[in-house]
């Protein structure tokens, strides 16, 4: 069971490049989310899926793109990158709202991305 | 809109002894959840511990419980015998009411456990 996993580690690029990052999670979890952490900083919301074949925007969606491919994958695509996306970005699930008012949707976080534009 | 401050920038403690991270939260929404989260220097976030707006008894687990103060708007973490590997970062969130169900961020206190 490998809870949520993101793909790439570390990423280096350009001004301009494009990248695509990936999540996937083995919980069956209907709400997947994608936040940035910038240094000495929490987390802030930058898109999130509450359930497959939703997604709307969270607090910093600027810049960004995502799709929810399938009740597993939400992936997070920089078209254009610039320097002010250089930061830690965290994939999460939860159970969601579909998952009853009882539930209490602790979010399950992968092990980040290391985004570094130059 | 929901706001969480964590005033403390950076906590030490001695090994053993209990500490207190504060955590205060601004809400417009009757039903709300509160998280705490440790980051370690690894990066990863750990769940540590969760309080429901409409719980009765503070939660507790382990060494880690959480002071909630409904009226004050305040949700504490207290860890009690603290232990070198508490050394990290650690974050109160604010889960909101609606369907979207994402995790709104304090700034983070940064604690380290002293021999």
């Known amino acids: 069971n490998a809870g949520v996993t993101q793909t790439p580690k570390f990423q280096v690029l350009k001004t301009g490049q494009s990248m695509t990052l990936q999540c996937a999670q083995d919980m069956n979890h209907n709400s997947m989310y994608w936040y940035r952490q910038d240094p000495g900083m929490g987390l802030r919301l930058i898109y999130y899926?509450?359930?497959?074949?939703?997604?709307d925007k969270g607090e910093v969606p600027n810049g960004y793109n995502v799709s929810r491919l399938n009740k597993r994958e939400f992936s997070l695509r920089l078209e254009s990158a610039a320097p002010s996306q250089t930061s830690v970005y965290f994939c999460?699930?939860?159970?969601?709202?579909?998952?009853?008012?009882?539930?209490?949707?602790?979010?399950?976080f992968g092990p980040g991305t290391r985004l570094t534009v130059l | 809109a929901q706001k969480i401050t964590q005033t403390q920038p950076g906590m030490f403690v001695q090994e053993k002894e209990a500490v207190t991270l504060d955590c205060t939260y601004d809400t417009s929404d009757p039903s709300y959840g509160l998280f705490w989260y440790k980051q370690p220097s690894s990066g990863e976030m750990i769940f540590l511990i969760y309080?429901?707006?409409?719980?009765?008894q503070n939660a507790t687990e382990g060494r880690y419980s959480l002071n909630f103060q409904k009226a004050r708007k305040s949700a504490n973490l207290v860890i009690s015998a603290s232990q070198l590997g508490d050394s990290a970062m650690y974050f109160c969130?604010?889960?909101?009411?609606?369907?979207?169900?994402?995790?709104?961020f304090g700034s983070g206190t940064r604690l380290q456990v002293q021999p």
């Open positions: 999460a699930s939860s159970p969601g709202v579909l998952a009853g008012p009882s539930s209490y949707n602790e979010q399950f």
């Open positions: 899926s509450a359930s497959e074949g939703t997604t």
């Open positions: 969130a604010m889960r909101d009411g609606t369907g979207r169900r994402a995790l709104t």
């Open positions: 309080q429901g707006s409409y719980d009765q």
